[in-house]
C-alpha cells in the first residue's frame, strides 16, 4: 500500500514538473468563505497611491475559486495594497459598460449566506461590504464607484469585497487616469491651444 502511494505521489510531482502545472494553485485567501466559495475569485493589488488614493493597480484570478459564490452572477474580490503608502480608496470601474455596482441585495454580507467572517459590525447599507469597507460615488449607470477603507488601508494590508456580474481579470479597471494618460491629455490641449494660437494670428495678420 505504501509502495503504492509512493509512486502515486511521485507521478503527480512529475506531472507537474513536466507538464508547466503549478504545484501549489494560486488561492487567494483575503476572502472568507462564502456561499460556493472558499475564497476570493479575483485579487486586486495596488501597485501605486497618491495622496492616500490608488492610482494603479492589477488584477489577478484564482486558479482554485473559478466561479460566482451564488453560483451565477455575485463575485468576491480581494484587495492587497503594495504601493507602499497608505491606502485610503480606490476608484473602480466595470469594463465595457459592466455594471459591477448594481448591487440587488444578495451581497456577502447581506445575510443570505449565514455568519461571514468580518460581516459582523459592517455599516455600508449594500450588503456587499464587510467591517471597515464604504461604497461610495456609484454612478447612474452602476458601473463605476469609490471602495473606502476606514482608517486607511496599510502597506502590505488587505481586505475584501463583492461586487456584481462574473468577472474577468479585465472586467475591472481604473476610474483613476495613470499618469502617463495625463501627460497624454495634456500634451493634446497644448497642441491645440497652440493651433487656435496660429488660426488667430493668421486670421489678424490678413486684416
Known sequence: MKKT???????????????????YANSYAQCPAVGLDTGCQFLITVTSSKGGV???FTVTASTTVTGPFDGTEDTLVGILNSSGSTVNSIGLTGAGGLNIFNFDGDGACSGAYGTITGCSGAIDPSGYAPLGVTFSGINGA?????????GGLAN???NWFSVENPLTTS???????EPSSLVLLGSGLLG????????WAKSHDKS
Open 5 to 23: 502511494m509512493f509512486v502515486a505521489g511521485a507521478f503527480l510531482v512529475f506531472a507537474a514538473l513536466f507538464t508547466g502545472a503549478p504545484a
Open 54 to 56: 490608488a492610482t494603479a
Open 142 to 150: 452602476q458601473t463605476s464607484g469609490t471602495l473606502n477603507f476606514s
Open 156 to 158: 502590505g494590508g488587505s
Open 171 to 177: 472586467s475591472i479597471i481604473s476610474t483613476v487616469p
Open 192 to 199: 491645440l491651444i497652440r493651433l487656435k494660437t496660429r488660426c
